[in-house]
């Protein structure tokens, strides 16, 4: 092993999973080399998110349990939100810090470890002049069969909640050639599942003489040969237009899920969190969904607590997981964040109310996912099958739309099967997963 070793933390969401493979693919590109533990690294990276303050503060309560060993040939940075978000006071309160770089920094990576390299004590990274931003040279891949692709970076909504707009800058498209070119090399190479990701996907608006919009884009990486799946995500509802229901009817390449966050069922809270659409117009678009041609698992975010939330507000959302139905949600108690227009908000909900809601909202949504997961069983999905418990002696696969599935298949004799597409038979279901049997032999 060579003297440049290091390891990386990621925090949050797939977008920052895929962002540490960008600077996991720079630092291999510069002679680093990956270890398992912080401790056995030269180099300690904490790629971060600031979306919840409990995200944050783990973040930090991670500096400061490596403090000591500061100085002594280690060597620690910050990437993302948090470093977006705090900036250069990263360094005043963790001092042994020495690189603060938002995700618009790492095509510069390389120079900022060249001067930390050097001797300098403190590099940061904070531009969000981002025209370089898709310039990331091509990033090492923690799947062999899935990957990921940025098509849209940063968000030009104001949702009074979200902190997005200030560490990840103003919204920017990536050239749809550029997206066509890493999916048909990602295809080449072997991966045949491709997710689009962005803070706001199907805003994308290709900026070249093309103009093509985020369904003709979803459309075409589906029609590229070798991919035989592709997801997005993640959807705003005033963006989300019939055409994109429609490309996932004519191409079955495009997965059977929508995730679709709708933050509350009350239209007045709604408008409070400035998220410009109301329920009846969110229901608009959950009834393209539902009357699709072929059945679309429909997931979502809901945020509880939300200054001035009322009860009457949070019975609405109650309501819309009855009327709705989703397979699954992301649900959440409302976090006050830096610099966002809910910080001067009055009327803020108790820390136990918000809880109370949030238990009463996790345990309908429970009660929803039994039932409809126990519809399955009898069924037959396919799955792509993504690693294995051993413990229990089962595969684990995923569905088209999203559901986990684990399964047995007596026919593998010790062999892996994973990255293949198998039929499997639900004969089980719970809350979170189903459990099956293999419709194929080996």
Not at 141 to 151: K, L, W
Not at 159 to 178: I, K, L, N, Q, W
Not at 249 to 265: K, T
Not at 305 to 331: A, K
Request: aromatic share 8%; with cysteine.
């Amino acid at each position: 092993m060579s003297g440049k070793t290091f390891y990386i933390e990621t925090f949050g969401c797939q977008m920052n999973a895929h962002d540490s493979e960008k600077v996991v693919g720079a630092l291999i590109a510069r002679g680093y080399e990956p270890v398992e533990t912080p401790e056995e690294a030269g180099l300690v990276l904490y790629n971060t998110c600031s979306i919840r303050d409990k995200a944050e503060q783990k973040v930090f309560s991670r500096l400061q349990q490596f403090k000591r060993q500061a100085g002594k040939g280690k060597l620690f940075g910050v990437l993302g939100c948090v470093a977006q978000q705090e900036g250069e006071r990263i360094f005043e309160r963790a001092p042994h810090v020495s690189l603060v770089a938002g995700s618009a920094s790492y095509t510069r990576l390389g120079e900022m470890l060249t001067r930390i390299e050097a001797g300098e004590r403190r590099v940061a990274g904070l531009s969000l002049d981002t025209g370089e931003t898709f310039d990331t040279p091509f990033p090492r891949r923690d799947n062999p069969h899935r990957a990921c692709i940025t098509i849209v970076e940063g968000c030009d909504k104001s949702c009074a909640y979200c902190v997005v707009p200030f560490t990840r800058g103003h919204e920017r498209s990536r050239a749809a050639e550029s997206v066509m070119a890493e999916a048909r090399g990602l295809a080449e190479r072997g991966y045949t599942e491709i997710q689009l990701l962005g803070q706001n996907v199907n805003s994308y608006r290709d900026p070249s003489p093309a103009a093509w919009d985020f369904a003709a884009l979803l459309a075409r990486v589906a029609a590229i040969p070798g991919i035989r799946r592709v997801r997005y995500t993640t959807s705003h509802p005033r963006d989300f237009v019939k055409a994109i229901v429609d490309a996932m009817d004519s191409n079955p390449v495009i997965c059977d899920h929508v995730h679709l966050p709708v933050q509350s069922g009350s239209t007045r809270v709604l408008a409070a969190m400035q998220r410009l659409y109301t329920r009846d117009e969110y229901m608009r678009r959950v009834e393209w969904i539902k009357t699709a041609r072929r059945p679309c698992a429909l997931t979502t975010d809901i945020i509880v607590g939300f200054p001035g939330e009322t009860g009457r507000d949070f019975d609405e959302t109650l309501r819309l997981l009855d009327e709705v139905e989703f397979d699954s949600l992301f649900s959440f108690k409302y976090s006050p964040r830096p610099k966002t227009a809910a910080l001067a908000m009055n009327d803020p909900i108790p820390p136990a109310e918000k809880q109370a809601r949030l238990l009463v909202l996790q345990e309908k949504q429970r009660a929803i996912q039994i039932r409809r997961n126990a519809a399955w069983i009898g069924r037959a999905a396919e799955v792509l099958v993504e690693g294995r418990n051993q413990a229990l002696g089962q595969w684990i696969g995923r569905t088209s739309d999203n559901r986990i599935l684990n399964f047995t298949h007596p026919g593998s004799n010790g062999d892996s099967l994973e990255g293949r597409y198998l039929p499997v038979r639900v004969t089980r279901a719970g809350p979170n997963s189903l459990v099956g049997e293999s419709a194929s032999m080996v």
